[in-house]
């Protein structure tokens, strides 16, 4: 079957750099998306893979390496709001388009 | 962005009876919606793809007669928990993609089903 981990919880300071780890046994898929949920809140999306290597998008970067079978995202300048649920998830684009979801990281933001 | 709605943003029912969960994209078309659950402190879970105008697509273990998806048009799809009981009790969130080379997939807010 398809699954993505992810280490359950991450507590960094502010103005810190946490990086949230993302292992995965699937295939077929065209790429590793990030989202990031606010309590009670919709997902929303952060960062896409669609090669290996590091994406950057303002405080936010991500990497792929599909050898490997493992992402992460870097979140640079920790600030309090980014405490959430990180998910990484895998895309499966063509004809499904769907999105695999990872079991997620609470993120705590701390002074 | 595109912005996905859905409606009711909670609903309390009673064991037995059957809810409607509306999902709509509001500036943009969505031939594919997305259905997924979410129990607490959890990750999302993919129900089924919504086709328009064709049959949802469900994922291994989801019940298609429990989980009736109707995507009539090209902005609405509507998830009907049928029978509901007190399991069903959940997050609910659709998402749609505004398809062409992105990748990205907006979410709604969400409905909070609560089976009494």
């Known amino acids: 079957g398809q699954s993505l981990e992810q280490p359950s919880e991450v507590t960094a300071v502010e103005g810190a750099i946490v990086q949230i780890n993302c292992t995965y046994q699937t295939s077929g898929f065209y790429g590793l998306s990030w989202y990031q949920q606010h309590d009670g809140g919709a997902p929303t999306f952060l960062s896409y893979n669609a090669l290996d290597g590091l994406e950057e998008t303002g405080r936010f970067s991500s990497f792929l390496s599909r050898s490997d079978s493992y992402g992460y995202l870097l979140l640079q300048e920790l600030q309090m709001k980014d405490s959430a649920s990180y998910f990484c998830?895998?895309?499966?684009?063509?004809?499904?388009?769907?999105?695999?979801f990872g079991t997620g990281t609470l993120l705590a933001v701390q002074p | 962005g595109a912005v996905v709605s859905q409606h009711p943003s909670w609903v309390i029912c009673k064991s037995g009876t059957s809810v409607k969960i509306e999902c709509r994209s509001l500036?943009?078309?969505?031939?594919?919606m997305f259905w997924y659950r979410q129990f607490p402190k959890q990750s999302l879970m993919l129900m089924a793809t919504s086709n328009e105008g064709s049959k949802a697509t469900y994922e291994q273990g989801v019940e298609k007669d429990k989980f009736l998806i109707n995507h009539a048009s090209l902005t609405l799809s509507t998830l009907t928990v049928t029978s509901a009981h007190p399991e069903d009790s959940s997050f609910y969130i659709c998402?749609?993609?505004?398809?062409?080379?992105?990748?990205?997939?907006?979410f709604g807010p969400g409905t909070r089903l609560t089976v009494l």
């Open positions: 998402s749609a993609n505004q398809g062409g080379h992105s990748n990205e997939q907006f």
């Open positions: 998830s895998a895309a499966f684009g063509g004809a499904t388009n769907k999105l695999i």
């Open positions: 500036d943009f078309q969505a031939t594919t």
